[in-house]
C-alpha cells in the first residue's frame, strides 16, 4: 500500500478521515457574554497543580493571580472574570472517570475589570529568559491540547541549541477550526508571537507549518508575515495526525526525533499558533490566559461554530449558547481522533480545550468489533512505524513484555489504527490499557525495590544496633570486672595492710 | 441543563466506513469476470461445482461455530467462507464430481479455518488446504480435465445433462472432452521421454485469454490480472505479493528455458497457465496467512513463486501454486519476525536513533 501515495509524493503514514470541519470555520467568530459563575479549575495543564492564593469571599479583577505555580512544571491561574470568589471546591475533571477536580468558582460582577497590565516598550529588548518568565507567569500552556507549560518549552529550548521553531497550524483533527480562526482572525498576534518565541528560545527561523485544506488561513498569515522573512509559511499536506509534533517536524524538516528524545534534540521546538498567540498576548498586552476560542460542532449542534469564551465557563453554558438541536449522543473534549468523552456537560472550559463536539446518534454510532483479519491496514496507517496488530494480538492474551516488545511505548494514541480497522477493534483502548498496566507495574516495582531498600536498611540499623548495645555491654561488664578486680586489689591491700 | 452521556468510549470517535464484509465482497467482485468466464467455458457442471462448493463450505462454518456455542449468523455474513469456497471452486477441475466440492468445501472452512479458531486464526490458506487434501486423496478426479465446450455450444452439456455429469461422473458421450493443461501434459510428455521441442505441436493451446482445459477459473490470466488490478486500485491489496511471486516464477522460467529449451517450459506458460495468476493475485494475498511489513510481503511473494516452479518442475505433481503457498504460510510467522517496518525514531534493529543535540 501506498504505492499512490508515495508516487504523489504523500506522506505514506496517517488517514485521512473527512474532516467536517466546513461550515463551522467559515462561521464568524462569536463572543460569548461572560456566564453568571465560573469554574477554574486548578489543574488544566502537564504538571503540578496550582495552589490557591485567594480566599472565598475575596473580590477579584479579570486577570487576577487566584492560584500560583507549584513545582517546577506547572502553571499559574487567573481569574478569567471579575467578580466575588464564590467557593474554592471540587468540579467534574474532564475526564472520561468523571472524577472530581478542584477549582475556584467565581461569580461574575460583569465589569470586565482588568488588573493592570505591566507592558515592556520593547518586548525584543528583554532577556529571552525575561519573555519566558513573562509567558510563565501569565500560565501560558500549549494550547493545541497537550498543556504543557510553555516556559518551560522555552527554557530547554535555550539549553539545547534550537535553530528552528517550528509553528504548529496543523489542526489535523476534524471537527476542530479553533487554530484555523485565530489565524484567520488574529494572524498578526499570532506570527508576532512567534517571533517572540523565536526571541526566548534563540531560534533563528519559525516554520508554520498549516495543512492546506485551510486556504484562508494560510493567505491571513502569509500577510501578516510578509514583512518578517524569517517566518515562513509553510502549506502541509492535509493528513491526520500532521498537527503531532513529530509528524510535522519531520514533513517540514525532513529530521526525525530520536525515540525517547524530545523534539529540542533535533534542534527544532514545536509550538502551537494559539500558544503563539497566547504569548503575544502575555508580552505585549500583559494579559494571562484567561479566555479562548473553542469549537462547538457536531450534529446535535444547531449553530456550529467557534466561540471566545473564559475559561472556567461550564460546557453546558456554552451548548446552550450554540443551541441544541436534539439531546446529543456522546459529548467530545477535543477532536472525535483523541478527544475525551465526557460523562455531562457541568464541567469547566479548559485551556487545553481546542474543540467540544456534540454528536448525534449517527456520529456517535460505532460498528461492533469483529476478528483481526490480519489485513495490515493498521500497520499503513501508523504515523510511527508500529504494528498495532502484533501489540494487540499480545495485549489480547495479557501478554505486555510482548507488546512492549513492539515498541508500544512509542505508540502517540493518536487513533489512526483504530479509525482504519476494518475489523473496529478498539486498539488504542488496548494500548491505553496495557501502557497503564505496564507503568503501574513499573511504580508498584519501583515501591517494591524501595520497600526492600527500606527493610534491608532497617535490618542493618537493628543489627549495627544490636551490635553497638553488646559492643557497650561487654564494655561495661569489662569495666563492672576491672573496676572489681581492682577493688579486690585493693581489699587485699588492706588486708596485708591491717595484718 | 444536566444530563448522562452514558459508558464513555474510547477515541477514536470516528471510524472507517471499510468494514470486512466490503472487503470481501469486493475480492468476489474481482474474481467474478474470470469465474464468469469459467462457466462460460465449462458450461452447466462447472456451474454446480461453484454453488455446491460455497454452499458447503458455508455448512461447514455453521456447524463449527455451533459446536462452539457461537452465534453464527454475524461471521456467516461476514463473506469469509464464501469467499473460501469460491476461492477452492475455481481452483477444482470444472466438471469435477459433486462430492469432490462438497468434500473441499467443507474440509476448507472446518479443518482449514474453525479448527484453528476461525477467521483471522488459521495458519494456512483455507481454500488451498482444501485443495491439496482433495488432490492428494482424490488424485484421479483432480486431474480429470475437460476441453472447453462454451454454454450454448454444440458440444456443451445443457443444464439436465450437466446435472447427470455432476452426480454421476463424465458419461461416455462427453469422453471426448477430455484433455490435459499445459503443465500436465509437459510433465507427461518429459516423463515419457519426449521432449518439449517435439511435443510443443500437439501441446493443449496455451492462450492468455484462457480458451483451453484447466481449473474453472484459472484459464484466463487477462480476467484474473484484471481483477487483481482492481483490487490494487481499490488498496485491497498491495503491489508487493503479486509481483514478486510472478517474478519468482517467472524469473527462474525465463533462465531455465534459455538455457534449455528441450527441457524447460518458456516464462510465458509458467506465468499465464495453472494457478500462477489465481494464486499471485487471489491466494498468496489473504491476509490471515500473509506476511504484514512490505519487506516481508516481498520475501513471502518471492518464496511462493520460487517454490511453485520448482514443484511444477522437479516435484511429483503438476501444479505447485497450493503447495507453494501453504509452505510460505509456515513461514509466515517468522518471515513477521524478522522484517518489521523500521519505528520512527528507532534503526532498523529498534534501538533508538542518536541524539545530536
Known amino acids: 500500500m501506498g504505492f499512490l501515495d508515495r508516487f504523489l509524493k504523500q506522506p505514506s503514514w496517517g488517514v485521512h478521515p473527512d474532516d467536517h470541519k466546513r461550515p463551522a470555520a467559515d462561521v464568524p467568530l462569536r463572543h460569548l457574554p461572560p456566564p453568571e459563575r465560573i469554574y477554574m479549575p486548578l489543574h488544566q495543564h502537564v504538571g503540578g497543580a496550582a495552589r490557591p492564593v485567594v480566599l472565598v469571599g475575596q473580590q477579584v479583577r479579570k486577570g487576577q493571580l487566584i492560584a500560583e505555580a507549584q513545582g517546577n512544571i506547572s502553571a499559574p491561574i487567573h481569574a478569567p472574570v471579575s467578580g466575588t470568589v464564590f467557593a474554592i471546591g471540587d468540579v467534574t475533571a474532564p475526564h472520561p472517570s468523571g472524577l472530581p477536580l478542584k477549582a475556584i468558582t467565581i461569580d461574575a460582577d460583569f465589569r470586565n475589570d482588568w488588573v493592570e497590565a505591566d507592558i515592556p516598550a520593547d518586548p525584543f529588548a528583554l532577556a529571552p529568559e525575561d519573555i519566558a518568565k513573562r509567558a510563565a507567569a501569565a500560565g501560558v500552556v500549549g494550547l493545541g491540547g497537550a498543556t504543557f507549560p510553555s516556559a518551560v518549552k522555552f527554557a530547554l529550548g535555550k539549553r539545547l541549541k534550537v535553530s528552528t521553531l517550528i509553528v504548529n497550524g496543523g489542526e489535523c483533527e476534524p471537527y476542530l477550526s479553533s487554530d484555523d480562526r485565530i489565524m484567520r482572525d488574529f494572524a498578526d498576534q499570532v506570527v508576532d508571537g512567534a517571533r517572540l518565541v523565536m526571541h526566548a528560545i534563540g531560534a533563528r527561523e519559525a516554520l508554520v507549518g498549516i495543512e492546506d485544506n485551510k486556504p484562508e488561513a494560510t493567505a491571513a498569515m502569509r500577510k501578516a508575515a510578509a514583512p518578517y522573512p524569517e517566518v515562513k509559511i509553510c502549506p502541509v499536506p492535509t493528513r491526520y495526525p500532521m498537527g503531532s509534533d513529530k509528524q510535522l517536524i519531520q514533513t517540514l524538516t525532513g529530521k526525525e526525533v530520536p525515540s525517547d528524545a524530545r523534539a529540542a534534540e533535533v534542534g527544532v521546538l514545536v509550538h502551537n499558533v494559539s500558544t503563539c498567540a497566547a504569548v503575544h498576548k502575555a508580552i505585549r498586552l500583559g494579559q494571562p490566559l484567561v479566555e479562548r476560542i473553542v469549537t462547538l460542532n457536531g450534529g446535535a449542534i444547531a449553530q456550529p461554530g467557534n466561540i471566545y469564551a473564559p475559561l472556567g465557563t461550564m460546557i453546558g453554558d456554552l451548548l446552550a449558547f450554540v443551541g441544541l438541536k436534539e439531546t446529543p449522543a456522546r459529548l467530545i473534549l477535543g477532536g472525535p481522533m483523541m478527544g475525551t468523552p465526557l460523562l455531562h456537560d457541568r464541567i469547566p472550559l479548559v485551556k487545553g480545550a481546542s474543540g467540544i463536539l456534540a454528536f448525534n446518534a449517527r456520529e456517535a454510532s460505532k460498528p461492533d468489533a469483529g476478528p483481526c483479519i490480519r489485513c495490515g491496514t493498521c500497520a499503513d496507517a501508523c504515523p510511527m512505524g508500529l504494528l498495532p496488530m502484533e501489540m494487540a494480538a499480545r495485549i489480547r492474551v495479557h501478554d505486555l513484555e510482548g507488546a512492549e516488545t513492539f515498541a508500544l511505548a512509542d505508540c502517540i494514541s493518536c487513533g489512526c489504527c483504530a479509525y482504519v480497522c476494518p475489523s473496529h477493534i478498539p486498539l488504542v483502548q488496548y494500548f491505553s490499557h496495557a501502557k497503564g498496566e505496564l507503568s503501574n507495574n513499573e511504580r508498584a516495582k519501583l515501591r517494591g525495590e524501595a520497600t526492600k531498600r527500606l527493610t534491608e536498611a532497617k535490618m542493618a540499623r537493628i543489627e549495627r544496633e544490636n551490635q553497638e548495645k553488646a559492643a557497650a555491654a561487654a564494655k561495661r561488664k569489662a569495666e563492672r570486672e576491672a573496676a572489681k578486680a581492682a577493688a579486690e586489689a585493693a581489699s587485699q591491700q588492706a588486708q596485708g595492710e591491717t595484718a | ?357
Open chain 2, 1 to 357: 441543563m444536566s444530563q448522562d452521556f452514558g459508558t464513555p468510549v474510547a477515541a477514536p470517535h470516528a471510524t472507517t466506513s471499510n468494514n470486512t464484509t466490503r472487503i470481501m465482497a469486493t475480492v468476489m467482485l474481482a474474481l467474478a469476470p474470470s469465474t464468469l468466464y469459467g462457466f462460460w467455458l465449462y458450461g452447466w457442471p462447472s456451474i454446480y461445482l461453484w454453488l455446491i462448493t460455497i454452499a458447503a463450505a458455508l455448512f461447514g462454518e455453521l456447524f463449527f461455530l455451533r459446536l462452539r456455542d457461537k452465534d453464527a449468523t454475524p461471521v456467516l455474513l461476514d463473506g469469509s467462507a464464501v469467499l473460501t469456497g469460491w476461492l477452492l471452486a475455481v481452483s477444482l477441475p470444472p466438471w469435477a464430481p459433486w462430492w469432490i466440492g462438497a468434500f473441499g468445501g467443507l474440509f476448507a472452512t472446518t479443518l482449514g479455518k474453525q479448527a484453528f479458531g476461525g477467521l483471522g486464526q488459521n495458519l494456512f490458506n483455507p481454500a488451498m488446504v482444501a485443495r491439496v487434501a482433495l488432490l492428494i486423496s482424490f488424485p484421479v478426479q483432480m486431474t480429470a480435465w475437460v476441453s472447453p465446450a462454451p454454454l450454448f455450444s454444440a458440444a456443451a452439456p445443457g443444464a439436465i445433462d450437466g446435472l447427470m455429469i455432476f452426480f454421476k461422473g463424465i458419461t461416455p458421450a462427453y469422453d471426448a472432452l477430455s484433455s490435459a493443461t499445459t503443465l500436465g501434459f509437459a510433465k507427461t510428455e518429459l516423463s515419457r521421454g519426449v521432449d518439449l521441442l517435439q511435443s510443443a505441436a500437439q501441446a493443449p493451446a496455451l492462450s492468455f485469454f484462457g480458451n483451453r482445459s484447466g481449473s474453472l477459473g484459472e484459464t484466463a490470466a487477462w480476467l484474473i490480472g484484471g481483477g487483481g488490478l482492481v483490487m490494487l486500485f481499490l488498496r485491497i491489496i498491495s503491489w508487493h505479493i503479486p509481483v514478486a511471486m510472478l517474478v519468482g516464477i517467472g524469473l527462474p522460467a525465463a533462465i531455465l528455458h534459455a538455457a534449455d529449451p528441450a527441457r524447460y517450459l518458456d516464462m510465458g506458460s509458467h506465468l499465464l497457465s495453472g494457478g500462477a495468476m489465481l494464486g499471485a493475485f487471489f491466494i498468496a494475498t489473504d491476509y490471515v496467512t500473509s506476511p504484514n511489513s512490505p519487506v516481508g510481503k516481498l520475501v513471502f511473494g518471492a518464496g511462493c513463486g520460487l517454490l511453485t516452479y520448482i514443484i511444477r518442475t522437479w516435484a511429483g505433481y503438476p501444479e505447485g501454486m497450493a503447495f507453494a503457498v501453504l509452505l510460505m504460510n509456515s513461514l509466515t510467522p517468522i518471515i513477521d519476525t524478522y522484517f518489521k517496518p523500521r519505528i520512527y525514531g528507532r534503526d532498523r534493529r529498534g534501538a533508538p536513533l542518536p541524539t545530536n543535540n
